[in-house]
């Protein structure tokens, strides 16, 4: 069974950095498409990031391109956030998914995919203005 922690989050002032950290344990890493979502209070949980088997393909929603980077480290079974320039509005609880999937470029963004995933127990991330 696939399980999943989260690390990475805490307060940080708008325009600084953070990177999020997802350990995978279970299962074979390389099988597996893997996200980023957040849940903003409120709200509800939107796509943020997503990176394909191979780690050859990667997708960002368009409120964080040129600001977040996704990757992934198949020794370390690990997939990060790195988020920079963060702004108030990024405030959230921060998710990592996980899917096991035959498709090598990312996948949809929605629940068609996600839907079937294994999640984090989310990690916060609060950004002060």
């Known amino acids: 069974q696939v399980q999943l922690v989260e690390s990475g989050g805490g307060l940080v002032q708008s325009g600084g950095s953070l990177r999020l950290s997802c350990l995978v344990s279970?299962?074979?890493?390389?099988?597996?498409?893997m996200g980023w979502f957040r849940q903003a209070p409120g709200k509800e949980r939107e796509f943020v990031s997503a990176?394909?088997?191979?780690?050859?393909?990667?997708d960002h929603s368009d409120s964080v391109k040129g600001r977040f980077f996704i990757s992934r480290d198949s020794a370390k079974k690990t997939v990060y956030l790195e988020m920079n320039s963060l702004k108030p509005e990024d405030t959230a609880v921060y998710y990592c998914?996980?899917?096991?999937?035959?498709?090598?470029?990312?996948?949809?963004?929605?629940?068609?995919?996600?839907?079937?995933?294994?999640w984090g127990q989310g990690t916060q991330v609060t950004v002060s203005s």
């Open positions: 990176i394909s088997r191979s780690g050859n393909f990667i």
């Open positions: 998914a996980v899917r096991r999937t035959i498709l090598t470029h990312t996948p949809t963004r929605g629940n068609d995919f996600w839907g079937q995933a294994t």
């Open positions: 279970g299962g074979t890493f390389t099988y597996y498409a």
